[in-house]
T-cell receptor, first 116, second 113 residues
Framework: DTGVSQNPRHKITKRGQNVTFRCDPISEHNRLYWYRQTLGQGPEFLTYFQNEAQLEKSRLLSDRFSAERPKGSFSTLEIQRTEQGDSAMYLCASSSPGGTGANVLTFGAGSRLTVL | QQPVQSPQAVILREGEDAVINCSSSKALYSVHWYRQKHGEAPVFLMI?????EQKGHDKISASFNEKKQQSSLYLTASQLSYSGTYFCGTDPPNGGSQGNLIFGKGTKLSVKP
C-alpha cells in the first residue's frame, strides 16, 4: 500500500472557477477525512465519511464546498465559484478504528490551491 | 475550542530536551500528536486516551492529565530529525475519538547541530 494519495498536488485557478480534488485512501481504511490548512495554522476539519456515508460536515464549510465518496473508496472535494480566501492546502486523511476504538489519521501529501 | 499550544517556537541544540504543552478549555477524550516537516504531510506520533497514561515513541514521550485537560510532549536528547512543527489534536466536545480533530496552531521546533 502506498498510503493516502491526493491529486492534483498543485492547482492554480482564477477566482470564480470550480476546482475538484481527488483522494485515494489506504485501501483497508473505512474512514476518510478532508482538512484544510493555511500557512502557520494547524489542519482545520472540513468533513468525514465512513464508507460512503458523510457523517459530519463542519459548520465552517460553505455551500460552495461539496464532498463525495461514491462506493466508499476514493473521495472528491469540489469547490465551486472559488474565492481568494479558499487558497490553502487541502489535506485528505484516512483511518480505521484501532484496538482502543480511537481513529488515528494517516494524511496524504495534500493538494495546494491558489486562487488568483 | 481550539487547544492552545506553548511555546509557539523553540530552538534547540542537538542533544537538548524540550517540552511542548497542549491545553484545552473542554474535557478531553483523547489527545493526538503529529509532526509536520516543511512541505510534507502531518505524521502521527502518538495518541493518549483519558486516564493519565504516558506513552513513548523512541525518545519522544507524552503525558495526558485529564483533570487539567492538558497534554505534554517530551522530546529527549533531540536529534536533527526532530525539527518540524508539532501539532496536538483534540476531539470535539461531543465525545469519542472519531478522527474529526481540532488542531492547535502548532509549535515550531528547530534543532541545530
Amino acid at each position: 500500500d502506498t498510503g493516502v494519495s491526493q491529486n492534483p498536488r498543485h492547482k492554480i485557478t482564477k477566482r470564480g472557477q470550480n476546482v475538484t480534488f481527488r483522494c485515494d485512501p489506504i485501501s483497508e481504511h473505512n474512514r476518510l477525512y478532508w482538512y484544510r490548512q493555511t500557512l502557520g495554522q494547524g489542519p482545520e476539519f472540513l468533513t468525514y465519511f465512513q464508507n460512503e456515508a458523510q457523517l459530519e460536515k463542519s459548520r465552517l464549510l460553505s455551500d460552495r464546498f461539496s464532498a463525495e465518496r461514491p462506493k466508499g473508496s476514493f473521495s472528491t472535494l469540489e469547490i465551486q465559484r472559488t474565492e481568494q480566501g479558499d487558497s490553502a492546502m487541502y489535506l485528505c486523511a484516512s483511518s480505521s478504528p484501532g484496538g482502543t476504538g480511537a481513529n488515528v489519521l494517516t494524511f496524504g501529501a495534500g493538494s495546494r490551491l491558489t486562487v488568483l | 475550542q481550539q487547544p492552545v499550544q506553548s511555546p509557539q517556537a523553540v530552538i534547540l541544540r542537538e542533544g537538548e530536551d524540550a517540552v511542548i504543552n497542549c491545553s484545552s478549555s473542554k474535557a478531553l477524550y483523547s489527545v493526538h500528536w503529529y509532526r509536520q516537516k516543511h512541505g510534507e504531510a502531518p505524521v502521527f506520533l502518538m495518541i493518549l486516551l483519558k486516564g493519565g497514561e504516558q506513552k513513548g515513541h523512541d525518545k519522544i514521550s507524552a503525558s495526558f492529565n485529564e483533570k487539567k485537560q492538558q497534554s505534554s510532549l517530551y522530546l529527549t536528547a533531540s536529534q536533527l530529525s526532530y525539527s518540524g512543527t508539532y501539532f496536538c489534536g483534540t476531539d470535539p466536545p461531543n465525545g469519542g475519538s472519531q478522527g474529526n480533530l481540532i488542531f492547535g496552531k502548532g509549535t515550531k521546533l528547530s534543532v541545530k547541530p
